[in-house]
């Protein structure tokens, strides 16, 4: 072994890479949407002084039957709502409406009847949990002691080899 002369290493001579064109990459260009305007007469469209009328195209208009205009149901005013009572703001001319007496005792009564019974029932889970939670534990120690633990016998692991 002569420690002279400097190691040989294997090597790999690769091939020139292929010359490819530099793409040439458009502008990007957008579409604008566009559209012609649709020009609708009014219905009583009359010619301007000084011009006679075509009468063909009167008969015609005059021929088509105009469809019947169906009538917008209006709402009765707010005074003649027995359940509901105005209240003019002092000032202006504006009116509100206030519920009768009737429908606000019984939206009180029904949110209040909701938010104690939700607070009752929350205060006896609780007080049931911290009741029941030593009984569990409890039950739970003597099914788990009885059981021996299967997670550290070598008997799952095969035979020993000797």
Same mark, same amino acid.
Do not use: C
């Given at each position: 072994?002569?420690?002279?002369? $400097? !190691?040989?290493? !294997? ?36 010619? $301007? ?27 009765? !005013? ?30 009180? /009564? /029904? ?47 095969? !035979?020993?080899?000797?």
């Amino acid at each position: 072994m002569d420690l002279g002369e $400097p !190691p040989v290493f !294997p090597s790999i001579t690769l091939p020139e890479p292929l010359q490819l064109p530099v793409p040439v990459l458009e502008v990007p260009r957008a579409d604008l949407p566009s559209y012609t305007p649709l020009v609708v007469p009014p219905s009583d469209l009359r010619p $301007p002084p000084g011009i006679e009328a075509k009468p063909a195209r009167e008969q015609s208009e005059q021929a088509q039957p105009k469809p019947a205009a169906i009538p917008t149901p209006t709402p009765p !005013p707010m005074s003649q709502i027995p359940e509901v009572q105005t209240f003019e703001i002092p000032g202006t001319d504006v009116e509100l409406p206030v519920p009768s007496g009737e429908v606000l005792v019984t939206a009180a /009564t /029904t949110a209040f009847v909701s938010v104690a019974a939700t607070l009752t029932a929350t205060s006896l889970f609780k007080h049931l949990v911290n009741l029941f939670k030593p009984v569990f534990k409890q039950s739970w120690n003597k099914i788990t002691k009885g059981k021996p633990d299967l997670s550290n016998s070598s008997s799952s692991a095969g !035979p020993l080899d000797s």
